[in-house]
Structure formats: C-alpha cells, structure tokens
C-alpha cells in the first residue's frame, strides 16, 4: 500500500466531525466578500420564506377558511425557499452543520397532513421513551403529551409502549376492513352500518408481523414487571387530548395482563371503541367523515394507586388563572372521572409561593380498586369507615401535586387537566395532560370585574406613530412596561406588555399575557410570528407607546384585520362586548383544525436563545426554527471567518479619527464613499454601522484621556495575561481592523489589555439587522475585571441585549430591530467601548458599578477623583 493509500484508508476511519474538521482545514480559504455575498444571499432567502410564513399565518389565523388549493399553492413555493436557503448555509458554513434531516422530518409532516402523503416510522409498535417529536400524529395525542412529560420533563410516567396509527392501518388492511368503512354501491347518501363494523374490528385478527412486534414488546414487559403486572390499554386518537379532548367517548380497558391474546382483545375493544355512537356522533361534530379518525393505543403499565385524581391549572369556571383545583378520591380515578361520589376538593394559589387556599374533604361512599381474582375487571367496594372522611391528600402531596401541575403548564403554554395516580410508596405518577377549557374573564357574558364609566373617561392614546397590527384582537388590562428582559420574571397574568422592542424571549409569557404592544418592530420578526401562533392581540411599530402608556395603568385596546387601531384609558365594555366570539366554533370544522396542525409545524418558534446548549438543529421542530437556526448560524460564521484571519490579500487602508483607536480598514463593497487610499478620514465612511460607532467612540468626552493609575500586582498580572489575549485577537493587536460594507461591520479592537469585537448589520429590513459584540480582559485582577463586566452588562441590558458572562468574558446579542435602533444602539456601543477602556481600574466597590452606570447612562462621562 502507498502512503498517500494508507492516509487515504485513515481518514476514511474518522468519525463525521473529524472529517469535516480535515476538509474545512484544508480546503482553498475563500475571500471576505466571496463569504460577505453568500451571507447576504442567505438573508434574501430567508427573507423570503419568512414572507411567506407571515401570508400564512395572517390566512389562517382562524378568522377565515381558506381551501386547501391555497395551501397546496402557496407551501411548495415556501419548501422551495427553506431549500434554497439551506443549500446557501451550507455553501456559507461549509456543511458544518446537518440541518437537512430537521426539515426533511419537518417537510414529511406537513406533506402528510397537504397530500396524505409522507415518511412514516419504521416501526408500528414502540416505547414512549422512543417517541420523537415528529411521530406525535402517529402516536396520537395522549401518547405523545405523556412521551413529552417522560421525555423532556423527566417526570414519573409509567413504563408504556403504543401501538401507532400505522398499526391501526395494517390491522385495516389486514382483514379488509376498509371496504366496509365506505358506503355500499348505490347508498352513498347512508352511513356504513356502524355495529357491523364493531363485530368485523372484533372477529380480525392481528398481521402476523404486528404479532410479532407484539410478543416482544410485552417480552420485555414482563422482564421489567414481572409476570403479574397488567396494563391499562388507553385509545390515543389523532386528535384526542388536542384542540378537543373526545373525553370519555372511546374505551379504556384496565388491569389487562401482559398476554398477548389479552392485549390484543383490548385493543380491537379499543378500535371498536371509535364506531360507538356517541363517539360517531362526537366525530361528526368535528367534521370527520365515517371512519375517518385513525386511532393509536397507549398500553401503560397498571399503577394499583393508594390515591387519584385530576388535576386543573386554572379555574374552568371562572377563568381564574391563578387557582389549581385538584380533586381526589381512595383507589382509582375512575369515579372522579365520572363524577359518580363526592370526592375530595382542593384549591391552591398561586403566589410568590403556592399556598393551600381551600380544603374539602369528601364523604367518598365508594372507591374503585383493581379485581385481582379477575383481571380485565375493577371493582367498586364501599370505602372503610376509617377512610370516608379522612382527606386523601396531606398537604405535602397537595403543593407536590399543584408545583408539578404548573412546571407541566408551563412546558405546555397553556392551563392543563392532568389525571394522576399516588401509590402504596408515596410516589406519584402522571397518567394525562391535556389542553383544559376555560372560560376567559374578558369574555363571559357578565363582566363585573369591569365597571362601564362615561365616555370622557376612555380617553384614546395618540402615539408618535400609527402603529402596526400584527394580530387583531380585543384585550383590556394593566399595563405592564418593560425595560429590562429580566424584568420578564416579575410579569403579572392578564396584563398587557408594553416594550421598546420585540423579543423572542417574550414567549416566556405568552400563555399569560393579555396583548403586546411595542415602540418598534414588523409584522415578519420571530415575535410578531408567535403572537400569531398563540392568537394575542399585538400592535408594533407606535414609536413611543413605553413613553405614553404608564406602568400600572388600565387600558382597552383593539385592532382589527383592517390595521384600524384603538387603545383607549381604562376598560370599556363597549369595546370588549365586541369581542368575537367564534373560533370554538371554526375549530369544528375539519378544514380549518388541518389549518392549524399544519401551521403548527410552520410558524411556532421554539429556538429561543442562540446562546444556549439546546440551540442545535436536532431541536427544530418548526420551518421558523431552521429559519432562526440558519440566520443565527449564518452571523456567527460571519464573525468566526472575520476572527481567524482575513483570506486572500486585502487592502487595509488606515483610518484617522480624533482619538487614537488605531483602526485599518477593509472594504468588502460599498463602506467606503469614494477614497481608496490611506489615510482614511470618518468623512470617507459609508457604512452605516460602522459610521455610527466612530459617532459613538469620538462622542465628546467619552473617550477619557486622564491617567488612571494601576498597581503593581495589577500591572504584573496583566503582563501575562497579555499574550493569551492578543493570540486571541486579529493577530495584530496594534492594527485594529475593521471589515466594513455599506451594511456591515465587523469590528477587532485590542485597547491596551483588553479586547472588543463589535459586529453589526444595519438594514432597511429588520428581521436581517443584529449586533453582537464581545468584550474580554483588562489590566486588574478578576475582581476588577468583573466589575466592569457588570457595569458594561447593565448598560447593554437597557438597550434590550441578551447577555451571556463567563468570568471577564462577556457576550452579548441584540436582534431583529430596527435600521434606526441600531444605529442609534451602535451609537451607544462605540460610547461605551470609549468609556469602559480604563474602567476596571476606577471601579473600587460595588457602588461605583451603580454610580458609573448611572453616570453614562445620563452622558456623563467624566471618571471622579
């Protein structure tokens, strides 16, 4: 074998990431601007497609059902356009990231629900713990709620394996069972006869594969569980436990042995289930034709509970958000289900703490327990005396019960009605979380809660600007202004948001708030997406509503599909009895659920933070997630290139300005205004980003020119740390560079012992426009250091940016604002790359942090004796 064989023979035995390291490493380095065009080509896609998202999500935000042709129109062009922009990301980041499989799961969903066409799981049989999120039609609501809590809340979820909707076809097809769902040949005004079908589903057998599949399965059960367990076989209908529960309309078998003539028994009861009358009767309310719902089957594990009950997260009467009622009962839940005895009644509050509210115990006459002489069967037994009037529940186990219930709404975004199990052993289990109706305040047919004034009390609010509706809606509450995003924790329910700009971390709220309203933003950016999504009543772009509206205050607001604004003092009935009321009813109607569930894998965000681990395209569930992932990815790369060298041979032109920065400068197309050679003066400067930062950085006074003194042990620590620094910089830390378009900058700085790195875009389209910048070291010791970290993280977190510290290292981002915001922002940034140089040696305590904050924040910018 030839050495170049044997090199070749190695490489092929690494792993993915390696060999992409070897390629990337190796590869013909590609110039800046080469670099600089497929980034801009990969926001006009992007663009584009977020465009369409936004057309489709206004469509079908309830208030209209369009036909089907419009979807089959309008989705191949935006699968088109997520295409196109993958193909450019991976040109730009050099296939560095596999973010083909996240939309190809995606694309093969939404397909199914278009086209009823699309990828199915291999497998028709499989265990919760196997369920990823793109099977969640396959398994069916309730299975999946449960996978989600088992999965990604790691709560305590008995063992339990499903029988997939792909199940349910084959069993179909298997015994020619399709044939008898459809009308007879001269009877297609007529229903197929609904009992006939029952006995067929009951007289067929499993396929001999799905047997097989089976008796694994259950194998592996009774290894865990011994031979003795039995299961609770539960239907897990598409929909079930979705936009509509189907409560009580299909069968649940409990305590079936773990035999495979025993299951399989329960699971064509189950099937069969899906043709009783009131279930048909519950289907055609919904749209559904004859045989039209496909069902999957959850076989969980049979808990013998000691105690049980459900579980709501909000008051369904009274549409109180901030009450838990939890009910429970001795035995099983079957009998709070029903509603057949008296059970036991607990209230919690919400708080700063969950308190217990109410207690009422019960008489409890009977309870429900577990037929050991006889299984398949439960028994319904006179409760002991001693038990009667004994609560179920210690008020441990109740605030237990009420922290999980809330941790589970808030995975969920919306209030809950979860059933639960408490064993001999005092554990709890989860068996079910569904969506729970409630009957929102601001639209019951009293209002109490708001008094009808005069007129002249509801004074309309004028703003700077006329405002934006980027979803119609009605809403009254207090106002809530933001300033900080941290101010986030401290949201109160049913107030209304008022901020200076958008943020995707307002999702964090959603579920609760009662409208937003911003002084910028666009009907495109990620926000106004998610408030489509959850249906909130939002209006951007007032220009000054945070300056207007006052903290605390009442207001009604409205805005309809016409982009007709009104916001006025104090709560108005006449404004909120207008308040349509018929989306319950749409969301009878088949079309417009599809609608829905296709939306639901388009337009919801859940990538967040691009700062956090979980940012990663296995966590893409949505088109707007590989959207966000691919625009986040696409400037980090950006930056990364312009970090580790410049390729090709530039031209640096040196930049004179009236304080020493030191600055050359690289223009990729359109930065400079006409002069190509050094020096270069601000006047030559183009590029808006970066012209608003020189602003910032000559801003009169900021850049302080009086000696601070440094110690010596501050002076010989910095000393060492100087050449990890710089090695960390452009490689040249005399020549600050600058890499400048008209829209872009990207901006190393080394000012003595520490280091900047500022990078921007600036357009006239704000989905497009981000800064981020970085700043590490400094001449004193850590302690220092660090309070100058957290004077620079207060000023920023004014200005609306997401920060991330590690030790004296501190990053921080701000996105999808507004060409003026940011350069008015960048503005600011070059004020504080000015004032921050010589800080870490001024600040002696925490309170110089305060007063130094405070001090810029005002413009004064003077360093005190």
């Not at 899906?274 to 919904?286: D, E, H, T, V």
Request: glycine residues 6%; hydrophobic residues 40%.
């Amino acid at each position: 074998m030839t050495p170049s064989d044997n090199t070749s023979s190695i490489i092929k035995t690494l792993g993915d990431s390696t060999t992409k390291w070897l390629r990337n490493r190796f590869a013909k380095k590609r110039p800046l601007d080469e670099i600089y065009r497929y980034f801009k080509k990969v926001l006009e896609s992007n663009n584009h497609a977020l465009e369409l998202i936004t057309d489709m999500g206004q469509k079908l935000d309830g208030s209209y059902i369009f036909d089907i042709n419009y979807i089959k129109r309008i989705y191949p062009e935006l699968a088109d356009t997520l295409r196109t922009s993958i193909d450019l990301f991976n040109r730009l980041t050099r296939d560095n990231y596999a973010i083909e499989p996240a939309f190809a799961h995606i694309d093969s969903l939404i397909s199914e629900v278009i086209y009823g066409e699309g990828t199915a799981g291999d497998d028709s049989i499989l265990f919760l713990d196997d369920v990823q999120w793109f099977r969640a039609r396959e398994v069916g609501g309730k299975s999946f709620h449960l996978s989600e809590l088992k999965n990604n809340l790691r709560l305590n979820i008995p063992d339990t394996f499903v029988l997939t909707t792909r199940a349910y076809d084959e069993f179909l097809q298997y015994n020619q069972l399709q044939e008898i769902l459809q009308p007879a040949p001269g009877d297609e005004g007529q229903e197929p006869d609904a009992k006939a079908v029952q006995d067929a589903i009951m007289a067929g057998s499993f396929p001999p594969h799905l047997e097989e599949q089976l008796d694994k399965i259950l194998q592996t059960m009774r290894a865990r569980h011994g031979s003795k367990a039995t299961l609770a076989v539960r239907s897990s209908a598409e929909e079930e436990d979705d936009l509509f529960s189907f409560a009580g309309q299909f069968e649940t078998i409990l305590n079936v042995p773990i035999a495979k003539q025993d299951v399989i028994w329960a699971c064509k009861k189950v099937y069969a289930s899906l043709f009783n009358s009131n279930a048909l009767a519950y289907q055609k309310r919904l749209d559904y034709a004859f045989g039209g719902l496909r069902m999957a089957i959850g076989c969980v594990l049979q808990i013998d509970p000691a105690v049980s009950g459900v579980i709501y997260t909000a008051n369904p009467v009274s549409g109180n958000v901030d009450e838990i009622l939890i009910n429970a009962t001795w035995g099983l839940g079957t009998s709070v289900v029903d509603g057949t005895i008296e059970v036991d009644n607990y209230v919690v509050e919400r708080g700063n703490s969950l308190q217990i509210r109410e207690s009422k115990v019960g008489s409890k006459e009977y309870m429900n327990i577990l037929d050991s002489a006889q299984p398949g069967r439960i028994r319904e037994i006179p409760t002991p005396d001693d038990k009667k009037n004994l609560p179920c529940l210690s008020p441990t186990f109740v605030l237990e019960l009420a922290a999980k219930a809330s941790d589970i709404e808030k995975y969920f975004r919306t209030p809950q009605d979860i059933e639960w199990a408490l064993d001999a052993d005092g554990s709890i289990f989860l068996l079910q979380s569904r969506p729970l109706k409630i009957v929102s305040p601001q639209v019951k047919a009293d209002l109490p809660h708001y008094t009808q004034t005069t007129d002249s009390a509801h004074r309309p609010f004028l703003f700077k600007k006329p405002g934006i509706v980027v979803q119609k809606g009605i809403a009254a509450g207090n106002v809530y202004v933001l300033h900080r995003i941290d101010e986030l924790n401290g949201f109160p329910k049913g107030a209304i948001l008022v901020a200076h700009s958008d943020s995707p971390h307002f999702i964090r709220i959603m579920p609760f708030v009662a409208a937003i309203i911003t002084d910028t933003g666009s009907v495109t950016s990620h926000m106004a997406s998610v408030c489509r999504e959850f249906g909130i009543p939002t209006i951007v772009n007032t220009g000054d509503a945070t300056k207007i509206l006052q903290h605390g205050g009442e207001i009604t607001l409205a805005a309809d599909e016409s982009g007709e604004i009104t916001i006025v003092n104090g709560l108005d009935n006449s404004i909120l009895k207008s308040k349509q009321q018929h989306i319950r009813k749409m969301e009878e109607l088949y079309e417009y659920r599809r609608q829905k569930y296709i939306l639901r894998h388009i337009a919801p965000l859940n990538l967040v933070n691009p700062l956090a681990d979980e940012f990663t395209p296995a966590k893409c569930r949505t088109l707007h997630d590989i959207l966000r992932f691919i625009h986040e990815k696409s400037v980090q790369e950006l930056i990364a290139i312009s970090q580790h060298g410049l390729f090709g041979k530039p031209s640096l032109l040196r930049l004179d300005i009236d304080v020493p920065a030191g600055i050359h400068v690289l223009d990729i197309g359109g930065g400079l205004a006409a002069k190509t050679k050094s020096p270069l003066t601000a006047d030559d400067i183009a590029s808006l980003p970066f012209k608003a930062l020189l602003k910032g950085m000559t801003w009169k006074g900021a850049w302080n020119t009086q000696a601070v003194a440094l110690n010596v042990k501050d002076f010989m620590g910095s000393v060492g740390r100087f050449s990890v620094l710089a090695s960390g910089a452009s490689g040249c830390a005399e020549n600050n560079i600058a890499v400048i378009s008209k829209e872009y900058i990207n901006l190393h700085m080394s000012l003595g012992y520490h280091f900047n790195l500022v990078d921007s875009y600036c357009s006239e389209k704000a989905a497009n426009n981000h800064i981020y910048f970085r700043f590490v070291g400094g001449a004193t010791d850590i302690v220092k250091r660090s309070r100058r970290i957290k004077l620079i993280d207060k000023i920023l977190v004014e200005f609306g940016f997401n920060i991330n510290i590690k030790g004296d290292l501190l990053i921080a981002r701000l996105s999808h604002v507004a060409q003026e915001e940011i350069i008015e922002t960048l503005t600011m940034v070059g004020r504080l790359i000015a004032y921050a140089r010589q800080m870490d040696a001024v600040l002696r305590d925490e309170n110089d942090v305060e007063l130094y904050t405070k001090r810029f924040l005002e413009g004064n910018f003077e360093f005190l004796e």
